[in-house]
């Protein structure tokens, strides 16, 4: 890697904004579709244009000098993809006798309720069936219930079968949506998506629907340490103080490190996040925890911004890759103020904690990678529905994409005045 001049690569030449390592995972991402998405539809979840896609595509195919017409796959996308059918058939064979095929299937023979589960009848119901027979009057005086109770539940049959056919509706927006964000988003975020769509309804209504149907949101794991002090770097003070809010994009940003198991090895995660409006900037991936993987996501970060972040506060745990020389040198080049916590403690990192935290409950969570390739793809795909469409409760339920739009439409304005 060439230090002399960090910004090499982000703004040089201006073929492209976009650094390689996004256009390459943007391009991945569109084959792995196979054919199922437009170029427009894989374009609009990355944030580009269709077109923009479709150029790097015919450019990574001119570059690989891929034949269309024979359709020919390189070696090592088969050796990939055989490994990922050979780890999915060995535990396809591990799974339970009438589980493996179809996980919500229950087995051959089990009984399909459990006991408790018979439906009961309702008292008015039973009231109703028997009326003829035996009289209201005098079922109600050996129910002992109130006859006027039963009249009114009578009277109130259109009403009920209303207001059910409006909850069965509901429940089928609830559905898709909890499905469409891949069973992560719990009550509030459906809440707020619903909201977003233009329906005026009750939280709480939303919250029983979802416990009626067994509905809900993934759920916090412990999380794994991956950073690895150096004690003997020299000291950076903390400029965030736990203070994770900022009143401008590009005002404070906060990086840190994670990682995902592939077979037996690990895929480093190094990712840059704007305090202000909670987007995802730069990203790196890697099979190593190098300095260069802490780079690479700060100058993804720079490009995406143009280039110019002078003055802005990076924080950081005191990790060695962000106590490095070579990353201090980095940070110099670009006029990026560095800001450290304290060792040991995660609270002074809270935001970019939480967001591993996040990452691994709704994307992660229970998954095994038996490819590097596989697991870069799933990353990746979460990274560009973060940005695009996660609904964030610290942006009031917004996307990090539309509130920095809305920051920057309410610039404009107050330049325009």
């Not at 690569?9 to 256009?23: D, N, Q």
């Not at 079968?161 to 429940?171: F, I, P, S, V, W």
Request: charged fraction near 30%.
């Amino acid at each position: 890697m060439d230090l002399a001049d960090p910004r090499e690569g982000v703004l040089a030449g201006r073929k492209s904004s976009y650094p390689a390592e996004f256009r390459n995972d943007a391009v991945a991402l569109y084959r792995a579709a196979g054919g199922r998405r437009t170029y427009a539809a894989v374009a609009a979840d990355v944030g580009v244009t269709g077109e923009t896609l479709r150029s790097w595509v015919r450019q990574a195919d001119e570059h690989a000098g891929r034949d269309h017409s024979r359709g020919e796959q390189s070696v090592e996308s088969r050796d990939e993809e055989l490994a990922r059918l050979r780890a999915e058939n060995g535990r396809l064979r591990k799974a339970e006798k009438g589980v493996g095929a179809r996980v919500g299937d229950p087995a051959p023979g089990s009984g399909l309720f459990r006991q408790g589960d018979e439906v009961k009848t309702h008292g008015w119901d039973f009231v109703s069936f028997h009326a003829e027979t035996f009289g209201v009057q005098r079922i109600c005086q050996v129910l002992r219930v109130s006859r006027s109770g039963y009249y009114r539940w009578i009277a109130g049959a259109r009403t009920r079968a209303e207001r059910q056919a409006a909850d069965d509706a509901l429940l089928v927006e609830i559905r898709e949506i909890h499905h469409d964000h891949k069973r992560t988003y719990g009550v509030r975020r459906v809440h707020a998506e619903l909201r977003g769509f233009g329906h005026t309804v009750n939280r709480k209504r939303v919250e029983r629907l979802m416990r009626i149907d067994r509905l809900e949101g993934r759920h916090l794991r412990r999380r794994k340490r991956t950073t690895l002090p150096d004690r003997l770097a020299p000291p950076v003070p903390d400029l965030i103080q736990r203070d994770f809010s900022a009143a401008r994009l590009d005002e404070k940003w906060c990086g840190d490190i994670t990682y995902v198991q592939v077979g037996g090895s690990r895929l480093y995660l190094a990712c840059v996040i704007d305090i202000c409006s909670r987007r995802v900037l730069g990203y790196s991936m890697a099979s190593h925890m190098r300095a260069e993987l802490v780079i690479d996501a700060l100058k993804m970060a720079v490009a995406i911004r143009g280039g110019n972040v002078d003055g802005v506060i990076f924080h950081a745990d005191r990790g060695s890759q962000y106590t490095s020389a070579v990353f201090a040198q980095v940070c110099d080049g670009f006029d990026i103020r560095r800001s450290m916590g304290r060792v040991g403690s995660s609270y002074d990192n809270a935001l970019a904690e939480s967001f591993w935290q996040g990452l691994k409950r709704e994307t992660l969570h229970q998954r095994l990678f038996s490819t590097m390739r596989q697991a870069r793809l799933e990353i990746f795909q979460r990274l560009t529905y973060y940005n695009a469409r996660r609904r964030h409760s610290a942006l009031n339920y917004l996307s990090p994409d539309e509130f920095e739009q809305r920051q920057q439409r309410a610039h404009k304005l107050t330049l325009a005045a």
